[in-house]
T-cell receptor, first 115, second 113 residues
């Protein structure tokens, strides 16, 4: 059983398009995250939700909108894609709402390529 | 602001040799420290973490790390590496007043047969 799953694994699209990435965790965790990993492997948090409530919203363009229909799912919608959005996006989850001490469980990543 | 430095971007090492991956952080208050590993084309997984107590922390796959408050370091070590340890290793830091974990830039460990 995959603990944290993401779809799709690869996403290739044109500039200006709108796309979504889905994430699901079956660990029963309360907190979920989205991270962006750039081409130099630098990993930066974008958003965090705890029990469907937004708790972290980094300085991410408002073209990025997370949605959490329930605490097992955290989807990422991106409007008007730009070249600089090309990256690997990781979803993660942790058991409790203490990101500063919790172990985070990561999904396999979604490689987004914007042409 | 909190920051994490991993001085070595790439570390090649022969199989069965020991390895140390360096991590330094900047903070004047108590911190929590993590090492995560990312195998090729996979997500990250936790190797070990320091929250409190003994400064020597043992993790999975034979790795250990030592928290040194005076040197603000949390170096990762393994006495004998295997080919399967080839991966990207990320040091990360957080603190109680923070609601997130800050990741370092990563160190790419390549184990040479």
């Amino acid at each position: 059983d995959t603990a944290v799953s993401q779809t799709p694994k690869y996403l290739v699209t044109q500039m200006g398009n709108d796309k979504s990435i889905k994430c699901e965790q079956n660990l029963g965790h309360d907190t979920m995250y989205w991270y962006k990993q750039d081409s130099k492997k630098f990993l930066k948090i974008m958003f965090s939700y705890n029990n469907k409530e937004l708790i972290i919203n980094e300085t991410v363009p408002n073209r990025f909108s997370p949605k959490s229909p329930d605490k097992a799912h955290l989807n990422l919608h991106i409007n008007s894609l730009e070249l600089g959005d090309s990256a690997v996006y990781f979803c993660a989850s942790s058991q409790e709402g203490r990101p500063f001490t919790d172990t985070q469980y990561f999904g396999p990543g979604t490689r987004l390529t914007v042409l | 602001a909190q920051s994490v430095t991993q001085l070595d971007s790439q570390v090649p090492v022969f199989e069965e040799a020991p390895v140390e991956l360096r991590c330094n952080y900047s903070s004047s208050v108590s911190v929590y420290l993590f090492w995560y590993v990312q195998y090729p084309n996979q997500g990250l997984q936790l190797l070990l973490k320091y929250l409190s107590g003994s400064t020597l922390v043992k993790g999975i796959n034979g790795f250990e790390a030592e928290f040194n408050k005076s040197q603000t370091s949390f170096h990762l070590r393994k006495p004998s590496v295997h080919i399967s340890d080839t991966a990207e290793y990320f040091c990360a830091v957080s603190k109680a007043s923070y609601d997130k974990v800050i990741f370092g830039p990563g160190t790419s460990l390549s184990v040479i047969p």
